[in-house]
């Protein structure tokens, strides 16, 4: 009673004086996001980066969500400027529970997504990503630029009659009669289509209007894109007019400071720079080439030196709360009698070692039950989802006419359907193979559950020796890593779930998230997942949760070598 007494009146201090300090760290995290902002506006993108992830550690700890969102889709944006797309996809994975229920966050965020899916030639997510913000918004002018965003992706994957298909309605449309800047964008890109599919003349024409609109507009930026649409066309047609146009993008491109679209112009120049000698365009694309990636290299070191940072402080201002706590601890403690120290002590011994045959008891009973759970689970699934679809289908079988075409091919789809359970089903509780496939059929297990409404991301850090891991260990690897799967179709909702590998001297470590609803640790145990929590812990591995409902779910495994 005494240290529990000690224990309430520290933590009611700290209490009141977090809820004194709460509007000064508002206001002071709203002047790092300003900061971060003018930062931006100066592309001093370093300076940026640091305020927004101050700002957003700041209101983390007050839980403002839209605060939250808008500092990591700054960082993200600002990440994707400097080439660093997979780091990008994971600061948007962490903004993504503090967006649900704000669309414009919603649409900025799977815009950059389809950006980092589309750069890292991932077209088949980029169009996903692009289609959900025509599905989300009733705005014709964000429907416009999701269509050309889509049209641009199947240009890079070269069905330009694709890209034509979804760009000619658009044009024949009275939308962009008053916003002439992406009129002629989408004039410019169905040109280059028509051009790359060879109907020259339409394609020429084109990409000469969205020029000339450009032009009378002075949108001095996008007529950077014509340039290079028209230097292409050109390239093996008229050698002096492709140079022409490649030097005016060339030029438009530099005043913009736009390091690809001068890299691209300058490809063009290199085979027209036909002087002997040393090929001026050829060493300057290469200069401007290495300073670009060293330029990007650093940037990436320094936005995750930037969140390193962030994080050690958190973590040394959390140790030493902690300490001093502690210490006060010590101090009230010291007040007390000799005589409350030894009953403590004696106490505390008896406890101990009741708890010791406690949970070791305890922890003997929960693999029992782990035992009978996945048997009563193996049992029922049988039950519900195969003995009952196997009555329904020899009952049709009986009472209908299987002459008629209609009622065979229904009976069809239902063996099909049966046989697509059995089959997930054999999957889910077959012997694994834990030979040199492993690594192969354990990522094709984890893929297995992606679909139209969940997306599956593998992430490989430093290369694991999966020969020389333990049989024991993979299996009960692949089991956890299946009940996770399992209870994210089940319960989770999610729409992206990201399992990433990597491993250091001692240690496996395999982290899971999901933007799904989240659960309490109540429903973490009614889902199964102590069963998991028990295999881990049965080849001398540790296995955490960390969810909270409505902010994903997290599980960290780490397993000794």
């Known amino acids: 009673m005494f240290l529990i007494t000690s224990c309430q009146k520290d933590t009611k201090t700290v209490s009141d004086s977090a809820k004194n300090n709460k509007s000064k760290r508002s206001i002071q995290a709203k002047k790092y996001s300003e900061l971060g902002d003018s930062f931006n506006r100066d ?5 940026a980066f640091y305020y927004y992830n101050k700002s957003k550690e700041l209101f983390v700890s007050d839980g403002n969500s839209p605060y939250i969102a808008y500092n990591l889709l700054g960082m993200a944006h600002i990440q994707q400027t400097y080439g660093d797309y997979y780091s990008s996809e994971e600061t948007l994975m962490e903004a993504l529970p503090y967006i649900k229920n704000d669309f414009q966050y919603q649409m ?23 289609t959900t913000i025509l599905k989300t918004t009733y705005d014709s002018v964000d429907k416009v630029t999701a269509f050309n965003n889509i049209a641009t992706v199947y240009i890079k994957e070269k069905e330009y009659r694709k890209a034509i298909a979804i760009l000619r309605p658009i044009l024949k449309s009275t939308i962009l009669d008053t916003l002439l800047n ?6 410019d890109n169905l040109g280059y289509a028509y051009y790359k599919d060879n109907q020259i003349l339409e394609g ?20 950077i894109e014509s340039y290079l649409h028209l230097a292409d066309f050109y390239k093996n047609r008229d050698y002096q007019k492709s140079k022409e146009n490649a030097l005016l993008a060339y030029k438009v491109a530099t005043k913009h400071q736009s390091i690809d679209e001068r890299l691209e112009a300058l490809e063009f120049l290199m085979s027209y720079n036909l002087e002997k000698g040393v090929n001026s365009y050829a060493t300057l694309f290469i200069n401007l080439n290495d300073s670009i990636k060293t330029v990007r290299s ?26 001093r706590v502690e210490t006060l601890l010590q101090l009230e403690t010291q007040k007390s009698h000799k005589y409350l120290l030894v009953f403590g002590s004696l106490l505390l011994l008896g406890t101990i070692g009741y708890l010791i045959n406690y949970y070791r008891n305890k922890n003997r009973q929960e693999r029992l039950e782990a035992s009978y759970n996945t048997e009563t689970r193996i049992s029922k699934q049988l039950h519900d989802e195969l003995a009952n679809d196997v009555f329904h289908a020899m009952t049709f079988a009986e009472t209908q006419d299987l002459q008629n075409p209609v009622k065979k091919e229904t009976l069809l789809d239902s063996l099909d359907k049966i046989y697509v359970r059995t089959r997930n089903f054999s999957r889910e509780n077959s012997n694994i193979e834990t030979g040199e496939s492993f690594d192969q059929n354990l990522k094709q297990m984890l893929s297995s559950y992606k679909s139209r409404s969940t997306e599956v991301i593998i992430k490989n850090g430093n290369p694991i020796d999966w020969p020389k891991v333990k049989t024991e260990k993979k ?18 909702q999610a729409s992206f779930v990201i399992i990433g590998f990597d491993c250091d001297q001692k240690n496996l470590k395999i982290d899971y998230s999901d933007n799904g609803v989240g659960f309490s640790e109540k429903l973490v145990l009614k889902n199964g997942l102590q069963n998991a929590e028990n295999r881990i812990q049965a080849v001398n591995g540790i296995l955490t949760f960390d969810s909270q409902i409505n902010k994903g779910f997290k599980a960290k495994i780490s397993l000794p070598k």
Do not use: C, P
């Open 43 to 47: 592309n001093e993108v370093d300076s």
């Open 108 to 130: 900025a965020a799977y815009n950059l997504f389809g950006i980092a899916a589309k750069e890292v030639k991932n077209y088949e997510d980029a169009v996903r990503y692009y």
């Open 182 to 187: 992406r009129r002629a964008r989408i004039i």
């Open 204 to 223: 020429l024409s084109l990409m000469n209007e969205g020029l000339e609109i450009r032009t009378k507009i002075k949108d001095s930026y996008g007529s």
């Open 298 to 323: 650093k940037a990436k070191n320094q936005f995750a030196k930037i969140k390193y940072d962030s994080r050690k402080t958190t973590l040394e201002n959390i140790k030493y709360k902690g300490q």
């Open 475 to 492: 299996i009960a690897l692949q089991r956890v890593l299946q009940e996770l799967m399992v209870n994210m179709k089940k319960h989770s």
